[in-house]
């Protein structure tokens, strides 16, 4: 079925429901919004970095619901103190500025006097929320009713380096600065604390404001400057300025100085109608840059403002031609800028990023021009997504930053259509590592979707702003939900799309349209029901992969495809056929589940591909594809790269990177890791690092696969995992020393192999927010392990060395619990290992207490025990005091450069395990219990104190109950290796270490932490 004539058919049905949806939903939707009218009058000491204000607002009750309270916010005091909801927001995101700032770099709101009508009423703080307060009204205010509420308020400005209100020295970000009304609306009071991640929802009204600051201030604003000719012509004198130093490539000396304030103040006054929010600027050191537009549709007149200071002179050269030119993309797609001037602050207040307010912006600092023009586009977007319709931005992100993503996207795709994925980093298409010059900048989104879903990480697009991930506020709202408007563009046609769009805001501007009035938008301007669209792309994680299993040509040469819906999500898809790698056909399916046939008109064909243009978010595009000649019809080409690449669905891609690793026995190993690793999880991955030992002339090297599983229930992700590991391990030398015995002795080199098979069992979490992980991990170490026997050959009367090998497998399940929060966090490992021999059970929890930023002791608490063992058993799978060295490690866990080597540097390398203690020593090793206490304390330049404490059963310690040792650690290049060195210890240590001569060097004990390293982790932070 060819869907693209369906639409045409539609047409007329579109105008028709239409004139219908217009008629209809004007009489029968009980629809009302509140009205708010403010006038303040604001004064700037820049001196103590406060405002004191005085505010009298207008407020009209258009609900039929009698008012006896109005809940007001007072977000000032989200920066009061590290209890509020930003504070603790922040902290959950791992930003502890708030939580550890000094009193004077915090701010608040206070001075209050709420009057309503003249009279004093009573008020008060929300219980849980100290930015949210209730003003009681002296008398019920019913429908149409209005009443006139005044308080002076006073604001301490905060630094600005926590969130969008703040001041950097005197540079001031004045934002959600004044005493506001919450919305009322049909739901009832949306009353809510001020979040950095989660923005806004407010009445539209009028604004005017007084501000009063000193003279040589550039004050930059939401609103019209209202008969002020003395203030245009300080603005025109910067302009002209402003445009000299372009022209001249000149710039201001001490650019970045701020220069001392005047005694005299001046007041500007703005007015602003139809607006749901007031922003203002002020710096003395701004440039700025003015030029008009005329809007495509009214011919109005607009004004563009840009405001920037020294340090990004150069990149603000063309700001004003982004803030025109995406004006005129919005007003063209959207409809028409309803207000007379659009602004641009560059301000420092949030690193990369921008901030949207009603006819103004402010954008922090930036790498390059393209990001610029991109971010003030996406900026100056949001007067309409978030300005002119004032959806419930912290409940329905996805309706501002989403569609406004949404025009940004298109935005670069008609701007840039060239510009490539290696841009990201800085860099052009001559960087060709990971093939990110082969990618289009506008798959940035894509990339960041797929990251969450191809790891079942993701969450629904109509997912409430406080209730999504860090990671998936961005890859969700800003990346998921443009992708998939893209997707429904193509499908519905770019035409039909924009015809919708401009309806829906026509419609539902200076209102608060919800999620449903879009929806119903949408599917009258499609013709079709769009229940696919809201089920599985909006309110569902639903996944997709539809996959070309067969081809088959038909005598009359059309094509009978089989189509398989993997993922059971029914959306419509396209299939498309290439030749010579040209699009030259299109067949449009509406979707199934299961599998069907999908027909394809006579025509020669080289291969096809569901969705030819990559706009379908398909989870695994790999199986997209099928030529229709040949036997492997699937077959791709194998792709050898260099270090990863980007995932390229038209190939088999193996990437390599050259290893050099090493150890004692088998010396310098050069090698090869090959491996599958990408941007995104796969299903399958792996890794083989196969190695030749220059000393023991030996392969050597390990490997490791991985299977993905997604279960519906219970658990997020289930990793069957194999690890394989092949090393020597130790010589044995009877050259010299046994000479005796015969010429059959020699030299040995013992190896050990070891086979991991596990499976990683990661629980769902209720609330993907939670910081706490839980998860089990099942698996077995079988380990064979060379050993050597001297036996008396009866035959010859010689004695013989012979190599045999011994099976030291154990079974081992590990219960974790994790806690990752920046202030204590906190983990609980509990594990049993077992073979048919012996069992054992063990512990280890491990704590951090927090003291100051960045400072934490930690506590670390080890406790273990046997539960059964043949005698032999439990002393070779003991437990020991010691951190483990090489020859301790009885699983070979880790990798240790000389496991054996019981001389200088050999067993100097340790490992975290039982005990943990530093101090090398012989005592405490037991055959049936443990415990041990391990604290350290905070972090000074790399060194850290440390005490361990232990206990064992009697009969392994001397004469002492507990043994203890101190000392000091010093972590170099960010815990990737750490040194300890014990400077205090118990009598018996000290006395066994006496006995054997050690000497103070041979004390020094060192070791890797390579789980520090985390590539995946870098990947995602890096991206938002
Ligand atoms: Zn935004």
């Known amino acids: 079925m060819k869907l693209i004539n369906q639409i045409k058919v539609h047409q007329l049905i579109i105008w028709f429901s239409f004139l219908f949806f217009q008629l209809k939903s004007q009489d029968s939707i009980s629809y009302f919004q509140q009205e708010v009218n403010y006038n303040i009058d604001v004064q700037l000491n820049d001196v103590a970095h406060t405002l004191h204000a005085f505010e009298k607002i207008q407020y009209i009750n258009n609900s039929h619901t009698t008012l006896n309270f109005i809940y ?66 002296n008398e019920p205010l019913n429908y149409k009713d209005t009443i006139i509420i005044t ?88 302009v002209i300025e402003t445009i000299n130093h372009l022209e001249n490539n000149t710039r201001k000396r001490d650019g970045m100085q701020f220069p001392a304030s005047s005694s005299q103040t001046k007041t500007i006054q703005f007015r602003q109608y139809r607006v749901h929010d007031f922003a203002w600027f002020a710096d003395k050191r701004f440039y700025v840059l003015h030029d008009q537009i005329q809007l495509p549709n009214t011919k109005r007149i607009v004004d563009t403002w840009a405001y920037f200071t020294d340090k990004n002179f150069d990149l603000w050269k063309e700001s004003i031609t982004y803030l025109n030119e995406s004006t005129l993309f919005y007003s063209f797609l959207n409809g028409d ?85 290696s841009d990201y980093l800085g860099r052009d298409s001559t960087f060709k590592l990971f093939g990110l010059n082969t990618i289009p900048y506008w798959k940035d989104k894509e990339t960041a979707y797929f990251i969450s879903a191809k790891e079942r990480s993701d969450q629904p697009i109509n997912t409430a702003s406080e209730d999504l991930t860090q990671f998936n ?185 050259p290893l050099l690793g090493g150890n004692y026995y088998n010396g310098i190993m050069p090698g090869v890791l090959l491996h599958n690793y990408s941007f995104f999880e796969k299903k399958f991955e792996y890794k083989l690092a196969p190695m030749f030992g220059l000393k023991s002339k030996t392969l050597a090297g390990s490997g490791q696969v991985n299977y993905h599983i997604y279960p519906k229930n219970l658990f997020q992700s289930i990793e069957l995992q194999s690890n394989l590991k092949l090393y020597n391990y130790d010589e044995v030398d009877f050259g010299n020393t046994n000479k005796l015995y015969g010429t059959d002795f020699k030299t040995f080199d013992l190896t050990y192999y070891k086979f991991t098979p596990s499976a990683q069992l990661t629980f769902k979490k209720k609330k993907q927010t939670n910081p706490t992980n839980h998860s089990i991990n099942i698996g077995s170490n079988i380990l064979f392990i060379d050993s050597v026997r001297i036996e008396n050959d009866l035959n010859s009367s010689y004695y013989k060395a012979n190599l045999y ?64 063992g043949k005698d032999w058993a439990k002393e070779y799978y003991r437990f020991r005091m010691r951190a483990h060295n090489g020859s301790d490690d009885y699983l070979f866990e880790s990798n240790f450069l000389a496991r054996n080597l019981n001389s200088n540097f050999g067993n100097t390398q340790i490992n975290e395990a039982d005990g943990y203690f530093k101090v090398p020593t012989p005592l405490g090793q037991s055959n049936s219990w443990m415990a041990a206490v391990n604290l350290t304390s905070p972090n000074f330049y790399g060194f850290e104190g440390f005490l361990d404490l232990g206990t064992t059963n009697p009969g392994y310690l001397f004469n002492d109950k ?21 400077l205090l210890y118990s009598k018996d240590i000290k006395t066994v270490m006496e006995l054997n001569s050690i000497q103070a060097i041979e004390k020094l004990r060192w070791s890797f932490n390579l789980h520090k390293l985390n590539p995946k982790k870098f990947i995602k932070n890096s991206l938002f």
Request: hydrophobic share 35%; charged share 25%; aromatic share 16%.
């Open 805 to 868: 090998t011994i099976n030291n497998s154990v079974n081992r399940i590990i219960y974790l619990i994790e806690n990752n929060r920046i202030i204590n966090p906190f983990n609980l490992e509990l594990t049993v290992q077992q073979n048919a021999h012996m069992a054992k059970a063990f512990a280890v929890f491990k704590y951090k207490l927090n003291v100051a930023k960045n400072k934490d002791f930690g506590v670390r608490v080890f406790a273990g025990t046997f539960l059964y």
């Open 473 to 657: 506020y961005g890859s969700i709202i800003y990346s998921k939900t443009p992708i998939v408007f893209d997707y429904l563009m193509e499908y519905m046609g770019e035409s039909n799309l924009d015809k919708a769009m401009q309806f829906y805001y026509e419609r539902y501007k200076f209102k608060h349209p919800k999620p449903n009035d879009l929806a119903t938008t949408l599917s009258y301007f499609s013709g079709i029901d769009l229940k696919w669209f809201l089920n599985n792309l909006i309110l569902s994680d639903k996944k997709i992969d539809y996959k070309l299993s067969k081809v088959k040509r038909q005598k009359d040469g059309s094509y009978k495809l089989i189509v398989k819906n993997k993922q059971n999500t029914v959306i419509p898809f396209n299939v498309t056929a290439f030749k010579n790698n040209k699009m030259i056909g299109q067949v449009w399916n509406n979707g199934f589940e299961g599998k069907d046939t999908v027909a394809f008109p006579i025509a020669d064909v080289d291969y096809f591909k569901i969705d030819g243009r990559d706009l379908m978010p398909d989870i695994n595009r790999n199986n997209n594809f099928i030529k229709t000649n040949g036997i492997f019809k699937k077959s791709k080409p194998i792709k050898l790269k260099f270090l990863a690449q980007y995932d390229d669905a038209k190939h088999c891609q193996i990437s390599y990177i």
């Open 337 to 421: 800028y309803p207000y007379n001037h659009v602004s641009a602050v560059d301000g420092t207040i949030m690193a990369g990023g921008g901030m949207e307010y009603p006819n103004i912006t402010v954008i922090g600092d930036l790498n390059n021009a393209f990001d610029l023009d991109v971010t003030i586009a996406h900026e100056v977007g949001h007067n309409w997504y978030y300005g002119i319709l004032g959806s419930n931005e912290r409940k329905y992100p996805a309706m501002d930053e989403g569609l406004n993503s949404f025009y940004e996207l298109r935005y670069i795709k008609a701007k840039y259509p060239y510009k490539k994925l």
């Open 151 to 238: 308080t002076p308020f006073f604001v301490k400005i905060p630094d600005a380096k926590f969130s969008r209100l703040g001041h950097t020295n005197q540079a001031y970000f004045i934002t959600q600065w004044y005493p506001k009304p919450a919305v009322f609306d049909s739901e009832g009071w949306h009353a809510m604390p001020y979040l950095d991640q989660g923005e806004f929802y407010s009445e539209f009204g009028s604004f005017d404001v007084k501000i009063t600051l000193p003279k040589n201030y550039v004050l930059a604003s939401t609103g019209d400057r209202i008969d002020e000719d003395d203030e245009d012509e300080f603005l025109n004198n910067k």
């Open 962 to 982: 507990i043994l203890y040792n101190a000392g000091v650690s010093l972590h170099l290049f960010k815990g990737f290796i750490s040194v300890h060195y014990p």
């Open 72 to 137: 007001f916010h007072l977000w000032p005091n989200a920066y009061k103190n590290n209890q509020t909801a930003l504070a603790k927001q922040l902290l959950k995101q791992r930003n502890t500025t708030l939580y550890y700032s000094k009193p004077e770099e915090r701010g608040y709101i206070d001075s209050l006097n709420f009057k309503i009508n003249g009279k004093p009423v009573k008020w008060e703080y929300d219980k849980d929320h100290i930015d949210i307060c209730k003003v009681y009204l």
